[in-house]
């Protein structure tokens, strides 16, 4: 009895929402797995008859597809580079230093973090094309990182205020210099939170688009533009396009598991505690 | 000591470089082009014109029915993704066997790019092919399929489905994360005076996770009030503008349009009636 008012109240519903969570995800997955032949059939069949790989292969094989992976994975590694460059300093000096202008700079963070992205990206855009930077990873990697560069400090503040002060007291003491402390003690200490920010960065720039679209498209195209252009053609192939989304969506999803915890955690932190 | 105080600077100093030089100084140029009579295929003459395209969004009809499609979409959309993502941080709080599972798979809508949320609803929702009129024909709550997405009547609430499927794991996540701090003693007090259920969630659970509630709120309205990407993949604004929310309109007015100026002016709006909320929030919420 107990055992059915369980399943019916609590295991029932969780499995409702899961079918609507991951419901929409897996039949891209299996769209993908079917011949094209089976696709284009009216009515639907909800159960393949024959799974295949050949979108997958064509997709990769024919399509310019690979060169989108590559220029992705680019863009994405050099946002993680720089951005953790950027935030790790930063976050070290908010969390470690007690200096004016600070809270005014804290807020200031945040208050970036909230700018519409449409109020952005026009004059960057002419920025970058009087510079002549449009359409390189440069141009890319710069918009990447310093757009999720609040929230990465704000983690990493987090991260480092939760480690003990007394380490760095002691270090300095001996006679360390800050920046030493920086590299000996904080930098160690702090790595686990640092993948956390920097498995952030890269899924943040691997899932962006309007960037990705108006900073650069042409020589480099990343694989969410390249997708959308393909959703734009008058004849959608849609198992090539779920099977574009199955690749595309595979990295972000493995990635987000990993660091759900640390995330979550860096996102609630302050508000649980405060 | 001079260089002690110098320190905190030092290391700030690349992060604030690239924000003046990335976000403010666009931010400013926006103002500024904002008061400029701006065509992107004539950039040497930009005459001044003060006001003048905050004067025409007012008189402008796309401009209004773009704010009202945005209060509309950004009040329905947090309100169904909060809803969605609170009752789902509920039922995972409490104790089954396969629990763990359920709350690392839940979050998968929160990781996909909203290019492919946009691709898998466009095709789930497609007229010959797509799965809901499928199952709805089966299932008998249709008659006939529909054309989700080229129907001004469907349209809007097609994306927002969307995006209420991108976001609510993020509600499930943080407010879970709220769940679990609620200290353990307090439902035990709340269970010795004799609280049913409901009393402990009205009194105990409630109030324990009002500021996460907050929070999580303000951070989601932001978002999915300048969020553009889905609509932008889904319908493109249309059919008409059926979804062409504000932030939307001004891309597209300085985008394909190539008005500058125009989509300057509507952009610092969206960002002017955006903070206006944030103030009103820090300031009650400072009470």
Redesign the interface.
């Known amino acids: 009895m107990k055992r059915l008012r369980?399943f019916l109240g609590?295991?029932l519903?969780?499995l409702a929402?899961?079918l609507?969570?991951?419901g929409?995800?897996v039949?891209?997955m299996l769209?993908s797995l079917r011949p094209s032949a089976e696709?284009?059939q009216?009515?639907?069949r909800?159960i393949p008859g024959s799974l295949t790989l050949v979108n997958h292969i064509t997709l990769l094989a024919r399509t310019s597809f690979v060169e989108n992976l590559r220029d992705s994975l680019i863009v994405a590694c050099g946002a993680v580079v720089l951005g953790l460059?950027?935030?790790l300093?930063?976050a070290?000096?908010?969390s470690r230093?007690r200096?004016p202008g600070?809270r005014v700079?804290r807020v200031q963070?945040l208050?970036?973090n909230?700018?519409?992205?449409?109020?952005?990206?026009?004059?960057?855009f002419?920025?970058l094309r009087s510079f002549g930077l449009l359409d390189t990873y440069f141009a890319l990697i710069?918009?990447h990182?310093?757009?999720t560069?609040p929230f990465a400090?704000w983690l990493m503040t987090g991260y480092i205020d939760g480690l003990p002060v007394e380490l760095d007291e002691s270090a300095m003491v001996d006679g360390a210099t800050?920046?030493q402390v920086?590299r000996l003690i904080v930098l160690p200490l702090a790595a686990p939170g640092a993948v956390a920010v920097g498995l952030y960065l890269f899924?943040a720039s691997?899932?962006?688009?309007?960037f990705a679209l108006?900073l650069a498209g042409r020589r480099v195209r990343t694989v969410?533009?390249a997708?959308?252009m393909f959703?734009g053609e008058n004849t959608i192939d849609?198992g090539l396009?779920?099977a574009g989304?199955t690749l595309?969506?595979l990295p972000?999803?493995v990635?987000?598991?990993f660091a759900?915890k640390r995330l979550?955690?860096g996102?609630?932190g302050?508000?649980?505690k405060? | 000591m001079k260089a002690r105080a110098a320190t905190p600077w030092l290391l700030l100093a690349p992060a604030l470089i690239a924000t003046l030089l990335l976000v403010i100084g666009p931010v400013a140029d926006t103002l500024w082009l904002s008061l400029h009579d701006v065509v992107l295929f004539r950039p040497r003459v930009q005459p001044f014109v003060g006001l003048a395209n905050y004067l025409a969004a007012l008189h402008d009809p796309a401009f209004w029915g773009g704010l009202w499609l945005s209060v509309v979409w950004v009040v329905v959309a947090v309100g169904l993704q909060f809803g969605l993502g609170l009752v789902a941080a509920l039922l995972l709080n409490r104790q089954f066997w396969w629990r763990p599972l359920a709350r690392a798979l839940v979050i998968v809508p929160w990781a996909l790019p909203s290019v492919i949320i946009g691709l898998v609803w466009t095709w789930m929702l497609d007229f010959n092919l797509g799965l809901v009129n499928e199952l709805g024909m089966r299932l008998g709550l249709l008659s006939a399929p529909v054309a989700w997405l080229a129907r001004p009547e469907y349209a809007l609430g097609a994306v927002i489905l969307a995006v209420t499927w991108q976001g609510f794991p993020f509600f499930c996540v943080t407010l879970l994360a709220g769940l679990q701090a609620i200290p353990r003693q307090l439902y035990e007090a709340a269970e010795m005076d004799g609280a049913g259920r409901l009393h402990c969630f009205r009194h105990v659970t409630l109030p324990g996770l009002m500021p996460v509630m907050a929070t999580a709120l303000l951070l989601r309205m932001i978002w999915v009030a300048n969020s553009l990407d889905l609509i932008l993949v889904m319908t493109g604004g249309g059919p008409g503008t059926a979804t062409q929310t504000l932030p939307l309109y001004a891309f597209l007015k300085a985008w394909t349009g190539a008005d500058y100026g125009y989509g300057s002016a509507l952009a610092v709006m969206l960002t002017l009636l955006l903070l206006s909320v944030v103030i009103f929030y820090a300031v009650r919420s400072e009470r």
Request: overall charge negative.
């Open positions: 369980l609590t295991e519903p969780v929402i899961l609507f969570g991951l929409p995800w039949w891209m769209t696709l284009s009216s009515p639907i909800l460059a950027l935030s300093p930063a070290y000096a908010f230093f200096f600070r700079l963070f208050v970036v909230m700018f519409p992205v449409v109020l952005l990206i026009l004059p960057l002419m920025l710069m918009g990182a310093t757009f560069l400090i800050q920046l920086l899924i691997w899932n962006e688009y309007l108006m969410t533009v997708l959308q959703i849609w396009l779920t989304g595309v969506a972000a999803v990635l987000f598991l759900q979550v955690g996102l609630t302050g508000a649980v405060g």
